[in-house]
Nanobody, 121 residues
Framework: QVQLVESGGGLVQAGGSLSLSCAAS????????IGWYRQAPGKQRELVAG???????NYADSVKGRFTISRDNAKNTVYLQMNSLKPEDTADYHC???????????????WGQGTQVTVSS
């Protein structure tokens, strides 16, 4: 299974910026999509942003124009740059990786342990 190690997060004032990174141990796997989910207390988990191996991205409407996801395939690392943060961005952010053992295999998903992002008003 792909292991994911997240870093970044913390406390920031509204309007500020934070950066998250997630490194995947995936020397024997093929990671297709890697990205971030978040879950705030009392709310459903939602996809924040994802990026495929070819570089195409998708974002939640709530973060478009403020968050940028990028990927370093050589390092199996994904980055999430979060700008113009709002209190409603406060959540536990989890990295995910959709991967296969070999081309054509069933896709599996790994989850990171999560990192807290808190935006104060």
């Amino acid at each position: 299974q792909v292991q994911l190690v997240e870093s970044g997060g913390g406390l920031v004032q509204a309007g500020g910026s934070l950066s998250l990174s997630c490194a995947a141990s995936a020397s024997t796997f093929i990671i297709n999509v890697i990205g971030w989910y978040r879950q705030a207390p009392g709310k459903q988990r939602e996809l924040v942003a994802g990026i495929a191996s070819a570089g195409n991205t998708n974002y939640a409407d709530s973060v478009k124009g403020r968050f940028t996801i990028s990927r370093d395939n050589a390092k199996n690392t994904v980055y999430l740059q979060m700008n113009s943060l709002k209190p409603e961005d406060t959540a536990d952010y989890h990295c995910i990786a959709d991967y296969v053992d070999r081309v054509g295999d069933m896709t599996r998903r790994s989850w990171g342990q999560g990192t807290q992002v808190t935006v104060s008003s």
